[in-house]
């Protein structure tokens, strides 16, 4: 398992899915400043300063990035039809399958640190260097955010492991993609819409797990908005079919 | 003597497509080169595919070093290093960190990697991007990523495509190499005469089935019974009816040349001695090898 999530980082270097991960992280980061900016210019707390950063990238970024994410790992092996040569490589199914997954979680929350890192450091240097975001030269509540980062992680995994599936089984790059924009797209339009069983789909966590910001009523499981727990069930249930998918054509 | 890989009855055929494996029984021994030989379209590659277990077969089974396919992988990948049809590559790596992903996924040192550049040739490009290499470079970097882990078996499925006269001398002399270590090689080409000199082996595949195989010594026997002589001579006309009322088979060439059959070298005086006898003048004759298409093409004729 080890050497298969190895040779998936040296794979990444220079590859289209680690710029993504990289600027697009970057770009997430100076926006959201930027919003930050404009929209408060008497200043702001830490509190809100992470509502523009999560609500922003809970929106549309996440799901987006996952799925352009999953499409791009995989669609380096299907392009070179270097699934071929990977199956007649001494490493079992599990560890090649689990490999992928395990890189692509891996480069997931890389990006996400990385944009942690980034907001408290632009958050930072606006509360020294504006006049009125005096307030974010305070530290922010580090358990308010450390729980971000770990609901940010389980909103995702459903689509993480939905979409490892789909990039494994559709070799056209194309394919996965539409049906993750299509899934999102419905998703949104129903969120619009108030569906009250939102939470049942894979692509609502990332939308709605920031439920302290968000107005709509959501159903909650232990403290949690229940579609990040669903996330989880997806994340499992669609990783375990997936393997079996991959060992019947094996 | 003991087969590296085979294959027992074997049936595999396109829903929409051409057969295949027709009942195949292949047999690679130990040690050989074995030059796998079919026109475009033959079903090399498909066959190729079969062995290595990335094709499941419709009936019958293959055999990697002894062992059923579906239990001996992928353990037994270990000892198997593959050159596919088209080279394949991530396009965004150098070759040295190409050939790292590789080596990284069989936990092979740094120094299979600088060997293999080596004996490849590709030392020189080792920093350059995949994206940008030329199509032969691309497929000595299949052959270096093959070579790596020192396999027992080499699977060859046209390895020459695409390179240039000296990168088909450097295969021809990685396959030598190979083979005097003791090393087994199945290599697939459409281009018969590349394979002449280097097979110990042949497998003459057509419509699923395999027209012939065996050792050289096998197909060279094949061979002698398939020889011919080409004479030009004063009067074609009356040698052709004359070596024909001896039982000769003979086809009159159109440059008035004749092909006379013969089953050996001896053969040749005695025609001489027949046109002598009927006093038509002898310009010329020259004994006709066949080569491994004229083999190729007469054993798919009568098939």
Same mark, same amino acid.
């Given at each position: ?8 980082? !040296? ?7 680690? =710029? ?34 999560? !609500? ?23 392009? !070179? ?24 979680? !891996? ?87 108030? =569906? ?32 990040? =727990? ?21 | 003597?003991? $087969? ?15 057969? +295949? ?5 292949? @047999? ?21 595919? *079969?062995?290595?277990?990335? %094709? ?6 293959? $055999? ?48 299979? +990697? ?48 695409? *390179? ?10 990685? *396959? ?17 005469? &590349?394979?002449?000199?280097? %097979? ?5 595949? $057509? ?5 012939? /195989? ?9 061979? /002698? $019974?398939?020889?011919?002589?080409? *004479?030009? %001579? ?11 009322? /001896? ?13 006379? /059959? ?18 038509? @003048? ?10 491994? &298409? ?10």
């Amino acid at each position: 398992m080890y050497r298969s999530i190895l040779a998936e980082w !040296q794979k990444a270097k220079g590859s289209m899915a680690l =710029w993504l991960a990289v600027l697009g992280t970057v770009f997430n980061v100076l926006l959201f400043a930027g919003v930050a900016l404009v929209r408060y210019p008497g200043g702001l707390n830490w509190s809100d300063y992470l509502a523009i950063h999560y !609500q922003g990238i809970s929106t549309m970024m996440l799901p987006l990035f996952v799925i352009i994410l999953c499409s791009l790992v995989h669609d380096l092996e299907h392009r !070179q039809g270097h699934w071929e040569l990977l199956r007649t490589s001494p490493v079992s199914p599990a560890a090649l399958y689990m490999g992928k997954w395990i890189f692509m979680l !891996q480069l997931f929350v890389f990006a996400h640190l990385m944009f942690v890192v980034g907001l408290l450091g632009t958050g930072f240097a606006l509360g020294w260097l504006v006049d009125g975001f005096s307030a974010l030269r305070q530290n922010p509540d580090w358990s308010e955010l450390l729980r971000l980062i770990g609901l940010t992680i389980a909103s995702v995994l459903g689509i993480l492991s939905l979409h490892h599936w789909l990039s494994l089984a559709f070799p056209r790059f194309i394919v996965p993609l539409t049906f993750g924009i299509l899934g999102f797209v419905l998703t949104l339009l129903l969120q619009n819409g108030g =569906w009250e069983y939102l939470w049942v789909l894979p692509y609502a966590a990332p939308l709605e797990y920031v439920r302290d910001w968000n107005k709509l009523p959501q159903p909650d499981w232990w403290g949690i908005y229940a579609g990040v =727990w669903t996330s989880l069930a997806y994340g499992v249930i669609a990783l375990i079919g997936g393997y079996l998918w991959f060992l019947s054509k094996w | 003597m003991q $087969h590296v890989i085979n294959t027992e009855s074997m049936h595999f055929g396109f829903r929409k497509g051409p057969l +295949i494996a027709n009942g195949l029984n292949l @047999e690679i021994p130990e040690g050989s080169v074995y030059g796998l030989i079919g026109e475009n379209g033959a079903g090399k590659s498909t066959l190729i595919r *079969l062995l290595l277990g990335l %094709c499941k077969p419709q009936s019958g089974s293959v $055999h990697l070093f002894g062992k059923p396919l579906n239990e001996a992988r992928p353990l037994v990948f270990q000892r198997v290093g593959l050159v596919l049809e088209h080279p394949r590559a991530y396009p965004h790596l150098t070759v040295r960190s190409y050939l790292s992903v590789m080596a990284t996924y069989r936990q092979l040192s740094e120094v299979r +990697i600088d060997r293999a550049l080596q004996d490849t040739q590709l030392g020189g490009v080792a920093g350059r991007k995949v994206r940008q290499l030329s199509t032969g470079q691309k497929q000595r970097l299949a052959l270096a990523q093959a070579m790596m882990p020192e396999p027992d078996v080499y699977l060859l499925d046209e390895p020459t495509n695409g *390179l240039d006269p000296a990168g088909i001398a450097l295969v021809r002399s990685l *396959l030598r190499r190979w083979h005097k270590q003791g090393k087994t090689i199945l290599i697939s080409s459409h281009q018969l005469s &590349e394979l002449e000199g280097l %097979c110990t082996h042949f497998g003459l595949l $057509h419509q699923g089935e395999l027209v012939f /195989q065996g050792s050289r010594e096998k197909l060279t026997l094949r061979k /002698q $019974h398939t020889l011919s002589v080409s *004479l030009s %001579c004063s009067e074609p006309a009356k040698a052709a009816d004359t070596l024909r009322e /001896q039982f000769w088979e003979v086809t009159v060439l159109p440059n008035d040349h004749l092909r006379v /059959q013969i089953k050996s070298n001896s053969d040749s005086s005695r025609i001489a001695d027949v046109l002598r006898a009927a006093e038509i @003048e002898l310009y010329e004759m020259q004994i006709q090898r066949p080569r491994l &298409e004229d083999i190729f093409l007469s054993l798919t004729k009568t098939n």
